[in-house]
């Protein structure tokens, strides 16, 4: 079994990666308004992005339940 310790490092890199995955979204945006601006095909490229946001959202589950896990130690803890 982890540790306490192993999961709030786990849910900092959690954090962490959404931040990523936050900024990847924007850029993607950003480009699909310069593709749009420029007269460009974007159909790929919003493509992209719903696959980025998908994985977010997952990313985003998978962060919650660490969470919920330090939560619990944290409590069986007494803390």
Do not use: N, P, W, Y
């Amino acid at each position: 079994m982890r540790s306490l310790d192993d999961e709030l490092r786990a849910l900092s890199k959690a954090d962490a990666d959404l931040m990523d995955a936050d900024a990847r979204i924007q850029h993607q945006i950003d480009l699909i308004v310069e593709l749009e601006r420029d007269g460009h095909d974007t159909r790929a490229a919003k493509k992209l992005l719903a696959v980025f946001r998908e994985t977010r959202a997952a990313m985003q589950g998978h962060r919650d339940l660490i969470a919920e896990l330090v939560e619990r130690m944290t409590a069986e803890r007494g803390g």
